[in-house]
């Protein structure tokens, strides 16, 4: 009977392990896909940023051959 106790334990431990390893799965799949997000956002904001400074330069390089 002792046998089948430690059995029945080590089965519920390896349960919530388990149910503690998917919760943990799902909550790194959630920061994968926040990261992924916020890295888009970065990228399309060096995006922008690199079109206005181009323009500038350019704009710079107009006025200076207008001189």
Do not use: F, P, Y
């Amino acid at each position: 009977m002792d046998k089948l106790q430690a059995l029945e334990s080590t089965v519920d431990s390896l349960i919530a392990r388990c149910e503690q390893l998917a919760e943990d799965n799902r909550a790194l799949r959630q920061q994968q896909t926040d990261w992924q997000r916020e890295r888009q956002r970065l990228i399309k904001n060096n995006e922008v940023a690199r079109t206005r400074v181009e323009a500038m330069i350019n704009r710079l390089k107009g006025l200076a051959q207008e001189s």
